[in-house]
């Protein structure tokens, strides 16, 4: 599981959050391991069954007025309590005043307390997007990712059987690169893989014979995107005789990945098959498959159409045959 520490959290000076520190630096290293986070009322008032310490913790105007309407004893019995299951980290929102209790406790259990200049909600809609950023499950993957059409389609298979140059073709043709060689995926809600290049290899594209180019420089900005979903992943093969091959397409296979499935092809690669021809078709397909139309099966149920047809008239005929 990915983590985040409050110190990394306030160093982020490009994100727009525009925080600062109000109390001491002992909890800085304490670490945010959701992406989502909690405004604790309720918590405030004393029920504390649902809180989640991993999470951010947001207080607002409600919160803190609510806090300093309680009369002394309750509101340090309350606070006390709150501060005690040691959050990962406490933002009040809208630049507003810290009442001392709660200074008070978050200094005693080492709880980073933060404030923003933000309202409550445009600052909720910015520290989720960017946690949800920073702490989504990732992996790397060898292959290449191309944007064919609007598909997004990972290219995977053995060192040397031609992805990089049957991209280079996708590319030649009109489609954008997303990665090549190494390809940083992220998993989104709900069940969604989206790829991006790694920062060094960015743009760049390893050709045997040719070396490293740069497919920015050479074709243009329109040639690349910075990430893409993945919507397909197709392994390319080396063609063996004897090998037996999908002809028709009716059962799906699926690559997992992040605890995510997206479909997968299988391609043989050999002399004479246009390998890029074959991927523009399948993201075609697999736009058609999205649509809710599968070719396969509407052939097949064509297929088992005609075949109880035939039956029919072959047992009309019999029994006919039969009766005189």
């Not at 063609?239 to 059962?251: F, H």
Request: glycine letters at 8%; one cysteine or more; a neutral charge.
């Amino acid at each position: 599981m990915k983590k985040l520490s409050v110190r990394c959290l306030l160093a982020e000076k490009e994100t727009g959050l525009d925080l600062e520190i109000m109390s001491d630096t002992a909890g800085l290293e304490k670490t945010i391991e959701s992406h989502r986070i909690q405004k604790p009322g309720l918590a405030l008032a004393g029920h504390l069954r649902f809180l989640h310490p991993s999470r951010l913790q947001i207080l607002g105007s409600t919160e803190l007025s609510y806090l300093e309407s309680l009369s002394a004893d309750v509101a340090k019995r309350n606070v006390e309590q709150f501060c005690a299951l040691g959050f990962s980290c406490m933002i009040v929102t809208k630049g507003q005043e810290i009442p001392q209790i709660l200074l008070d406790k978050t200094r005693k259990y080492s709880i980073p307390l933060l404030r923003t200049q933000l309202q409550s909600s445009t600052f909720i809609s910015l520290i989720s997007r960017f946690l949800e950023e920073r702490l989504l499950p990732e992996t790397s993957v060898h292959g290449v990712l191309v944007d064919v059409f609007g598909v997004g389609v990972l290219l995977m298979g053995k060192s040397g059987v031609g992805k990089s140059e049957c991209a280079l073709d996708l590319v030649l043709r009109g489609h954008r690169l997303v990665a090549d060689d190494v390809v940083k995926v992220r998993a989104k809600l709900p069940e969604v893989l989206f790829g991006e290049g790694s920062d060094l290899l960015h743009y760049h594209m390893e050709i045997r014979g040719l070396g490293i180019i740069n497919i920015k420089h050479l074709f243009g900005i329109s040639a690349i995107r910075e990430r893409k979903k993945i919507n397909v992943a197709i392994e390319l093969t080396e063609w063996k005789d004897g090998e037996l091959y999908d002809r028709l397409g009716i059962d799906d296979q699926f690559f997992e990945l992040l605890n995510v499935k997206i479909p997968l092809l299988k391609v043989p690669v050999c002399p004479g098959r246009n390998i890029s021809s074959i991927i523009e078709v399948a993201a075609r397909n697999q736009l058609l498959k999205e649509m809710g139309y599968n070719s396969a099966r509407e052939f097949q149920d064509r297929l088992e159409e005609r075949m109880a047809e035939v039956a029919q008239q072959h047992s009309h005929h019999i029994i006919g045959d039969n009766l005189e």
